[in-house]
C-alpha cells in the first residue's frame, strides 16, 4: 500500500489545450472551496446533491500534495482504495478490495472539452499505477452523457438497480460499473 501511497503523491498529469493549460493532480488547501462548489454544482439535480458543507469536507479529506503553479479548478474526481472511504450505499455495493471511483464531475461552462475523459484517463492510470486491476464506479441511469462516456471508455454494467424498487426506496436509480485496466 505504500507504492500507492507514493503513486498518489506523486501524481501529476498535464496537458496543453487551446483555452489553456489543464494539470490533473491531487487538490491542494487553496483549491477546497472551487473544488467544493464545483462538486456541489455538479450534483444539484441529482436526488442525492451534495451540500456545500459536506463537499468541503469531502474536499479537505481529500488532500494530499499541491499541483505546480496557480490553477481555477475546472473538475473534480475522488477515487477510494479501502472500503473504510466509501459510503455505505443502498444498494449495488463495489467490492471492498477493488479501487471504486466515488464521483466526477466537471464545471458546467466547461463541459463538452474532453476533461471528464481527460480526468478518467488520469484516474484509471493512477489505479493502475497503485496495483488495482480494475476500477468500479456508479452511474446514474438517467445520464446519459456519463453513460455514453463510461461505455466508450471500456466500462461494462455488472448490475444495475431496479427503477421501481429505488424510487420506492427514495434512490435514483443507477448502474455499477467496471473497467479492468
Known amino acids: 500500500m505504500q507504492a500507492g501511497a507514493a503513486a498518489v503523491e506523486e501524481f501529476y498529469v498535464e496537458d496543453q489545450l487551446p483555452q489553456g493549460r489543464l494539470v490533473i493532480a491531487p487538490v ?8 467544493s462548489v464545483l462538486l456541489t454544482r ?4 441529482s436526488a442525492q446533491g451534495v451540500h456545500i458543507t459536506d463537499g468541503r469536507k469531502y ?4 488532500l494530499s ?16 482504495f479501502t472500503r473504510s472511504t466509501r ?8 467490492p471492498d478490495a477493488d479501487a471504486y471511483m466515488m464521483n466526477m464531475a466537471v ?8 476533461h471528464a475523459r481527460r480526468m ?3 484516474a484509471e492510470a493512477l489505479v493502475a499505477a497503485c496495483g488495482f486491476p480494475s ?8 445520464d446519459e452523457p456519463a453513460q455514453q462516456l463510461y461505455r466508450t471508455s471500456g466500462f461494462v454494467a455488472v448490475e444495475r438497480d431496479n427503477v421501481v424498487l429505488a424510487k420506492v426506496r427514495g434512490i435514483t436509480p443507477r448502474a455499477l460499473l467496471c473497467k479492468q485496466l
Open 28 to 35: 491542494q488547501e487553496a483549491d477546497v472551496g472551487a473544488a
Open 42 to 45: 455538479a450534483f444539484a439535480a
Open 59 to 62: 474536499c479537505r479529506d481529500s
Open 65 to 80: 500534495q499541491p499541483p505546480h503553479g496557480t490553477s481555477r479548478v475546472v473538475a473534480t474526481t475522488g477515487l477510494s
Open 87 to 94: 459510503e455505505d450505499f443502498p444498494s449495488l455495493q463495489p
Open 107 to 114: 464545471d458546467m461552462s466547461q463541459r463538452r472539452q474532453g
Open 120 to 122: 478518467l484517463a488520469a
Open 135 to 142: 476500477v468500479y464506479l456508479h452511474v446514474r441511469l438517467s
